[in-house]
């Protein structure tokens, strides 16, 4: 590693000119399963408010919403996942670009894409971030922004460091040394997760934890890569280069995408170059990697117990219990996790949370819906969620977003009995269109083709009594979707 | 205590003619707290399908239906579960009379009544018996009553002993000595519930737990109760003669009963008369008290864990985990309960379940409606459930049975929108009665006056909507109704 691939500090006043040009680049990805029941693979983590009534994809825009200091964030995610991030972006009022990956290959292509698509936007830096992490202090975390891009103004690559406050065994460690740029230390070495022994030597080596937070000018980035991993930055152009784009979305290429080795960015670029940075968050962070996370970051009672929704506990400590609807009770416990949902439940000890995610894979082999599947499943338009099933009938609650339009469509196998019970609806049947208010209903024959719209500004609500004898989701023909799925 | 008080044994051929009179009393009532969540005020323990398929209720009447031994059963229970009761009969094929105590007074007027009542039927003799126990062994349990039979014969009042397992402190004990009657003995002593250390002493001695089933000829107890408790002995007297008669339920006078003391049958006469005789029981018995008894009773894996329904569970050891619905994963506890429903959950430690009455109380006391009601609430035509429930709206799948009729009722607040899924429906709405069959639906405008019925012979299944600015059960007004409701 050499000083001499960093330049002398320029003056104070341009970092200033270029600091409201960091381009946050929000990774959205994740199964979902260390997290389960809140987050499944239909709607994981990162969209699920697990602390307080946003989510944490939302908390992460917020936190990058200063105009002063950051651009538009970029989303990278998947196509699955695209339009819960529109609609969570709208929800907050947050304006996003979204990169869709065309397919899964670990964070290394999906940052080297984003850092591509960002100096199309002539951002001066980006910052890569993940979306489904806790952070407390947002003044913090944008003071080391603010600090780090002194070291990005001089060609590096600048982490997050956060301070352990235990000998984690599931964390890369970032060991610091030599050089400074006011609070910024240069990185001598990142380093895999470690055993507890070891863990604890860096500890009191004064070793950071790797957050996997990277600030950067996305020329360093790819160079960098081009340098260690050239078949993956070439992909990366080629898929920005061939993508397609639709409004504030862009699609890359599949075919060029494919070509990239899929690797994490830490092991593609961070930990052979040197270029890196270290800068000490004085921000509290988690990663919010098992349950365990939420009874860290919560209020907890005097006997250490956090509760959340209807739950009534006695001769508990130490214990995180929750309930998203199910009323709750809790007896003689400690040191234990409950998560109650109503199709749904986790009763967890602490030190075998790890455990979830084989557990949530069983459960997944074992084709129970509710192991990937929450109740309420998100679609372009706004959601359902089912009511009631039985032998020949299904029952749904439909909320379409204001201005939101399902498509046109026709079943085979069952006919549709819609009750209008909040907003307005308009409801094209056989090509006549009507509107229909609280209170009014409409029967859609099997055949009939058919589509539900909210034309007015609040949400529609409508309950749909399907009959026949095949009721899933694929007995549809489309005929025009609004949202390019025909 | 004097054995004068019973005569010599009759010849054997007389007692065998006198066997098919065995009249079951069998007592519902409870408020079903310990086995929450899946018992409930609305449908308490006896009703629930704990073990297997039936209820402990019909396992119950089941028990009792060798009709050369014993009569029709009588049902001493209070109005809130008659129907649940003459439903759950009807379900396996069993003839019953109900006796409906006006009021809730303990086990003594409620059994003097039932032997008054017994009484009038000619009945010799009457077996008391709790209608929310696990009995495994009927062919043991029946071999009791004939032993017993000896004893009542003599003018005995003849209980089951069951010999203790463990020292407990909850129950009451028998202890045993002098004369017998083939198996049966005299008791000496009813001792109340004793502290752990005389528990062990009383094993050591000998003694039973006092399960409070009780045989006798229905003038032996009203004379014994005349003597001890005469206020008891008239108002039952007078209650059952003037009580009114539908059917096979007679509802007892409610002026009458009042003026009985509410006093256990155990502490109005047991603890005081001389003419108790205990048999030894043969069969294996639970009072079903705590959840911890179906661990108890279940078949256990090699961990020791019994399990039922959708679960999955990881490292975990001697627990009891059921679901009736939820998917529930439970990782790394030892010595747990946890029953899990779509609207409530429980998760406790064995050694803390009697805690639990003390629990549901609180949650009941904090007006959450999952603490006393089930989300199937019962009705004389069948039953409903919530599926869905909004700001103007209410969504509930209503199931009648067959030839089962609502009442002919109006709405002043809500409008409701029906959807026949399963059967047929014959709906009255302002003079006019249509047929609906399956897949087809009609609008009750809010102060129709309207009924729903089902003509058929395979129950009905109706999804209603219901709109309106107040939707709960009060809001009706009835105009007929089969079951006396109005």
Same mark, same amino acid.
């Given at each position: 590693?050499?000083?001499?691939? !960093? ?15 960091i381009t946050p680049v929000i990774l959205v990805g994740g199964s979902g399963k260390r997290l389960?029941?809140?987050s499944?693979e239909?709607m994981p983590k990162q969209f699920v408010?697990l602390?307080?009534?946003?989510s944490t994809f939302q908390q992460t825009l917020m936190r990058v ?5 950051f651009g538009k964030p970029v989303i990278a995610t998947n196509d699955a996942y695209r339009f819960m991030a529109e609609?969570q972006a709208?929800?907050?009022?947050a304006?996003i670009d979204i990169v869709i990956e065309p397919e899964r290959r670990d964070s290394g292509p999906a940052m080297a894409a984003a850092a591509v698509y960002a100096r199309?936007l002539?951002a001066?830096a980006v910052l890569a971030m993940a979306s489904d992490h806790m952070v ?5 975390f944008?003071?080391?922004c ?11 690559i600048v982490t997050f460091?956060i ?8 964390y890369g ?21 470690? @055993? ?14 790797n957050a996997s937070y990277f600030l950067f000018?996305p020329?360093?980035l790819l160079?960098?890569m ?6 993956m930055?070439?992909a990366a152009?080629?898929a920005v ?7 504030s979305t862009v699609f890359l290429?599949?075919? %060029?995408f494919?070509?990239a080795p899929a690797k994490s960015i830490d092991y593609a670029v961070m ?6 940075? +270290? ?6 962070w988690s990663d919010l990697g098992?349950? &365990?996370?939420?009874? =860290? ?7 250490? @117990? ?6 009534? !506990?006695?001769?508990?400590? @130490? ?48 084709? #129970?819906?509710? %192991? ?13 969620? &089912? ?23 026709? #079943?085979?196998?069952? %006919?549709?009995?819609?009750?209008? +019970? ?14 229909? #208010?609280? @209170?009014?209903? !409409? ?21 749909? +009594?399907?009959?026949? =004898? ?10 025009? =979707? ?5």
């Amino acid at each position: 590693m050499t000083a001499g691939a !960093i330049g002398p500090a320029p003056p104070f006043g341009y970092i200033a000119a270029r600091m409201s040009l960091i381009t946050p680049v929000i990774l959205v990805g994740g199964s979902g399963k260390r997290l389960w029941p809140l987050s499944r693979e239909s709607m994981p983590k990162q969209f699920v408010p697990l602390l307080g009534k946003q989510s944490t994809f939302q908390q992460t825009l917020m936190r990058v919403a200063d105009r002063g200091l950051f651009g538009k964030p970029v989303i990278a995610t998947n196509d699955a996942y695209r339009f819960m991030a529109e609609q969570q972006a709208k929800e907050i009022g947050a304006e996003i670009d979204i990169v869709i990956e065309p397919e899964r290959r670990d964070s290394g292509p999906a940052m080297a894409a984003a850092a591509v698509y960002a100096r199309t936007l002539q951002a001066k830096a980006v910052l890569a971030m993940a979306s489904d992490h806790m952070v407390i202090g947002d003044e913090e975390f944008r003071s080391a922004c603010r600090d780090g891009m002194a070291a990005v103004e001089r060609g590096g690559i600048v982490t997050f460091g956060i301070p352990p406050t235990e000998p984690k065994t599931d964390y890369g460690y970032i060991r610091p040394g030599g050089e400074q740029i006011g609070p910024v230390q240069k990185v001598t070495a990142f380093v895999e997760k470690p @055993n507890a022994q070891t863990a604890l030597r860096y500890i009191a080596e004064g070793l950071f934890w790797n957050a996997s937070y990277f600030l950067f000018a996305p020329e360093v980035l790819l160079s960098e890569m081009a340098r260690f991993e050239p078949a993956m930055a070439a992909a990366a152009e080629e898929a920005v280069a061939k993508a397609r784009k639709t409004g504030s979305t862009v699609f890359l290429d599949a075919d %060029a995408f494919k070509k990239a080795p899929a690797k994490s960015i830490d092991y593609a670029v961070m930990e052979r170059t040197d270029k890196c940075w +270290v800068i000490p968050a004085k921000f509290r962070w988690s990663d919010l990697g098992t349950w &365990d996370a939420l009874l =860290d970051v919560g209020n907890a009672d005097s006997e250490g @117990n956090v509760t959340e929704g209807p739950v009534e !506990i006695d001769h508990v400590r @130490n214990s995180y219990v929750r309930s998203d609807g199910p009323l709750t009770a809790v007896i003689g416990v400690e040191d234990v996790v409950v998560v109650a949902m109503n199709d749904a439940m986790l009763v967890g000890h602490r030190n075998n949370l790890p455990r979830l995610k084989d557990v949530v894979q069983r459960m997944t082999d074992g084709k #129970h819906r509710a %192991a990937t599947e929450h109740v309420v499943m998100h679609r372009p338009w706004g959601s359902y969620q &089912d009511i009631d099933r039985g032998e020949r009938f299904r029952a749904k609650r439909l909320t379409v977003n204001p201005k939101g339009k399902l498509s046109l469509q026709s #079943h085979n196998r069952r %006919a549709e009995h819609w009750v209008v +019970v909040k907003g307005t609806a308009e409801v094209t049947l056989d090509g006549k269109i009507m509107t229909l #208010h609280e @209170n009014e209903s !409409i029967y859609i024959p099997m055949g009939g083709i058919h589509r539900l719209a909210n034309p007015g500004s609040e949400p529609l609500e409508v309950v749909e +009594v399907q009959t026949g =004898d095949y009721l899933e989701e694929d007995d549809i023909v489309r005929y025009e =979707d609004i949202y390019a799925r025909v």
